[in-house]
């Protein structure tokens, strides 16, 4: 049985606002809730485990935009080839 506060609960909305005030909505919700998970639970982490964490992020991200590229690439392939009909995809 795990027992908390009103108090305890009323911090932590607390401090979520002052990590994201209003003028910061652009933090997304999985960003704020690993800022909160590392600032109360620092004995589930040390540096290695961010800076694994890190990579994975950027890994996944240099992903996602030679996706986005290559989408765009085949869509712009595609839009020429239907604008000239002497065109040929091969």
Known sequence: EVEGS?????????ECRSLMPYNRGSMTPIMLEAIMMLRYS???WDEHTIAMAFSTVIKE????RLAAK???AAEEEE????????????
């Open 6 to 14: 009103e108090a305890d609960c009323e911090r932590v909305f607390s």
């Open 42 to 44: 620092p004995d589930l």
């Open 61 to 64: 991200a240099r992903e996602d």
């Open 70 to 72: 290559e989408k765009k």
């Open 79 to 90: 839009d020429a080839a239907q604008g000239d009909p002497s065109l040929t995809l091969d």
